[in-house]
């Protein structure tokens, strides 16, 4: 009875447009009102001892990151050296878009910020040179898909947190899904630009500007660097590594770039403010969820119920898989990490899936669901940025999401894709 009520309440307020943290919270106050299990003090300092992790502090920090180093003009000057790398090639801006969205994400941890910083360099660009506008936007919303699963990752910090797995580890394995997820976008766009008759840049290759803009670039191609080194090196923690990222990030904006000032400071705190703030929410409000659910046997319950549908382990996932793309067409990606993780993660232990294994698939399948209507955080920042109605960039997304989808699908079968590079550093699950 208790569930159901939490279910109905949550779902109302989904389709009415409450905003994805109130909907946790409204569910959770409704079931404590109805069945007297708990009382609001309960759900108050669950609220306060959710949001009071260490672990928990490299989120804001990794927000902050990203906003300054975009405000800072590392992404600008990130896409100018690849350009001068593979610019020149057929699609070649194409290939620019894609890769700076890796190398972004490995300094933002966030899908919508590599979808916005990187859009608003490349896609006047790439219509400038004679690319299709709907293709150029489309491109970088699946392209800011990577923002998450290139590490440091936000989803990745929740998912380590819901289920006490290594950040760190998880960072680690993020390494390789993400790289063959860009690659396969590459394929993809480039064989696009060949059938539509998109070309370079128009420049001719030259070592002079590579290394031109290479030196240029130097102090943004650093900052992943620095931040990943430290932490595999044992330097320090993914949350202290967090806070380097935000001190390096005001080095290099204010002193070297020179393109932060105290007004673009503000704008920059203040953004990230808000989007942590929502954060927060939406962390306190899913772990007094997770608190409740537990009291009414629901991850016991949900497990069993999935268990007696199949012992095979690929039937399995693959159910999962479906669970999860779903989710991440509806709810957002930190929530559905919170909420689901802990009930998702018994099921598939019991088939002897590893903790890092599940980690990088439950972050692909939501990440996918950035660019997956209704939701599809990256196509809304997309449509922003181009000025474009949402179905026209609904329909212009449907390859690059197909590809994704095979991405994960080679991510969920071949454990080695998640596993190889934290075992070669000393991972022993």
């Not at 006047?124 to 491109?139: H, I, N, Q, R, S």
């Not at 705190?269 to 409740?292: E, P, W, Y």
Request: charged share 5%.
């Amino acid at each position: 009875m208790g569930a159901m009520i939490i279910l109905i309440v949550f779902l109302l307020c989904v389709f009415t447009s409450v905003p994805i943290g109130f909907s946790i919270g409204l569910s959770v106050v409704a079931y404590a009102l109805a069945t007297g299990s708990v009382n609001m003090g309960y759900i108050a300092s669950g609220l306060f001892a959710s949001c009071d992790s260490f672990p928990l502090m490299a989120i804001p920090f990794f927000i902050l990151s990203g906003a300054l180093m975009e405000g800072g003009g590392l992404s600008k000057r990130l896409v100018l050296f690849f350009d001068s790398l593979v610019g020149h090639l057929t699609g070649g801006l194409a290939i620019v878009t894609v890769i700076t969205c890796m190398f972004f994400g490995a300094i933002s941890g966030s899908g919508p910020a590599t979808t916005a910083a990187v859009g608003a360099i490349m896609v006047p660009t790439m219509v400038e040179k004679g690319y299709d506008k709907k293709f150029a936007m489309a491109l970088v919303a699946a392209s800011g898909c990577l923002g998450v699963i290139i590490p440091p990752s936000i989803p990745m910090v929740s998912y380590g947190i819901s289920v006490n797995a290594s950040i760190a580890t998880m960072f680690m394995g993020g390494f390789m899904p993400g790289i063959i997820l860009g690659l396969l976008l590459i394929i993809t766009a480039v064989l696009s630009c060949k059938k539509h008759g998109f070309t370079g840049n128009g420049e001719q290759f030259s070592w002079a500007k590579v290394a031109a803009n290479f030196k240029d670039a130097f102090w943004a191609i650093l900052s992943p660097v620095i931040i990943l080194g430290g932490i595999y090196s044992g330097i320090f923690t993914p949350t202290e590594a967090a806070v380097v990222s935000v001190v390096y990030a005001l080095l290099v904006g204010l002193f070297i770039y020179k393109e932060l000032n105290l007004k673009t400071l503000y704008a920059k705190f203040a953004d990230a403010a808000c989007t942590h703030g929502t954060v927060n929410i939406i962390v306190g409000t899913s772990t007094i969820l997770g608190r409740v659910l537990t009291l009414e046997q629901i991850p016991d319950m949900v497990a069993t119920s999935m268990l007696s549908l199949t012992d095979n382990k690929i039937v399995m996932l693959m159910i999962i898989n479906v669970l999860l793309l779903a989710c991440g067409c509806l709810l957002e990606t930190n929530s559905s990490i919170l909420i689901l993780a802990p009930i998702l993660y018994p099921v598939v232990a019991n088939f002897g899936v590893d903790i890092v294994h599940f980690g990088l698939i439950m972050v692909v399948n939501l990440a996918i669901g950035f660019i997956t209507p209704p939701v599809g955080v990256n196509l809304f920042v997309a449509c922003g940025i181009g000025n474009i109605p949402f179905a026209q960039l609904v329909k212009k997304i449907i390859p690059f999401l197909l590809v994704l989808l095979l991405g994960l699908l080679i991510i969920t079968y071949i454990p080695a894709v998640s596993l190889t590079i934290p075992r070669l550093l000393g991972y022993a699950g």
